[in-house]
């Protein structure tokens, strides 16, 4: 346990400053998959429990959440889960397997769809709430707790191929020729990935981060039809309940569409993926907090070059809201004196 409870007021929390459109100097920082394999304690657990188990015991979720903010001090802890706990908290079976990652009984039918129960979904999915619970009381005082989900889209990739895939052709492929089973999955998924991230906020989640990995490969009628609209659905169906709690959105490799996905999806922090240069970005999105994004294989490398891609993208957003963090999540083998060097240096006055 690092403390007993959070002793500072939300409005002291630096993550959680930016997060609600101050310009926070230096900026606030944490990492996309910062407690991983990279971390010799993490690698410990993994002995205990399989993956899944990891994900839905509490003590065992709440101690991987905890480890990177006791060994760097990160100002966001994000909950130790995954963005396909939904799927098989509906029923969908799920396995993840060592060197090839994860394994769905696939969705290619409406009789596959309707072997889904949302029903389950309260029930199944509270460790996770009761992880986030606990995690309000032995977070330091300072640290702002984050939620997340996979947006509809990306875990319809999954629950459609299987698993992963370097095309997600038969995804695309039920997009085109059965929109309607199609639109069925995501209209599910959009409703109740809304209310599971509300049922994380309601267990002490301070802001949520819908993860889009995969939004990158749809053409534009496509991204506005099962990126923009689904994710904006979410972002109204959370305000209206939890009108304060900050919402980031990762539309992964969206390109120019971020313009418009910040417009109309309603999210207040826009997290920026590795191509994207931040000073074009923010002039494409000159209200929202960005976030992000050093690419991950300059902090898998380290050195000086790391320190200098840390101070452009730091110079580049001096004077606007901005949350430091990768573009994409941390590397499996990047070596944890790189992550404390990046800290520091994300710190420096």
Avoid at 4 to 19: G, I, M, W, Y
Avoid at 244 to 257: E, K, Q, S, W, Y
Avoid at 311 to 336: E, Y
């Amino acid at each position: 346990m690092i403390s007993e409870k959070h002793t500072l007021s939300p409005s002291s929390k630096p993550l959680l400053r930016a997060l609600r459109g101050e310009a926070v100097w230096p900026p606030p920082v944490w990492l996309m998959r910062q407690a991983g394999r990279y971390l010799p304690e993490f690698r410990a657990m993994r002995e205990r429990a399989d993956f899944l188990t990891r994900c839905m015991t509490p003590d065992i979720a709440t101690e991987l959440t905890i480890q990177p903010i006791r060994r760097y001090g990160m100002d966001g802890a994000i909950l130790f889960s995954d963005i396909l706990i939904l799927p098989w908290a509906m029923g969908q079976s799920l396995e993840f397997i060592d060197g090839r990652g994860p394994v769905l009984g696939a969705i290619r039918s409406a009789a596959d769809l309707d072997k889904l129960d949302p029903k389950r979904v309260q029930d199944a999915t509270a460790p996770v709430r009761e992880t986030l619970s606990r995690l309000t009381k032995q977070l330091p005082g300072a640290t702002t707790l984050l939620g997340f989900a996979g947006s509809p889209f990306t875990v319809s990739c999954y629950m459609v191929e299987g698993g992963g895939s370097r095309d997600f052709a038969e995804t695309r492929r039920m997009m085109q020729t059965d929109p309607a089973l199609f639109d069925r999955l995501i209209d599910l998924l959009t409703c109740q990935t809304a209310e599971m991230l509300c049922g994380q906020i309601e267990a002490g989640a301070e802001a949520v981060m819908l993860f889009d990995s995969w939004a990158g490969i749809l053409p534009p009628s496509a991204f506005r039809r099962y990126v923009i609209e689904p994710t904006r659905q979410i972002v109204s169906h959370i305000r209206s309940r939890y009108p304060n709690t900050p919402i980031i959105g990762f539309p992964r490799l969206a390109g120019v569409m971020v313009k418009e996905y910040a417009e109309q999806t309603g999210v207040g922090t826009l997290a920026m993926d590795t191509v994207a240069d931040p000073v074009e970005v923010a002039k494409l999105v000159p209200n929202l907090t960005l976030q992000g994004n050093l690419d991950p294989m300059v902090l898998f490398s380290g050195g000086q070059s790391m320190i200098q891609e840390v101070d452009a993208i730091r110079n580049a957003l001096r004077g606007r809201p901005h949350v430091f963090n990768l573009g994409h999540g941390v590397m499996q083998h990047t070596p944890p004196e790189n992550v404390a060097a990046l800290i520091e240096a994300v710190r420096a006055p």
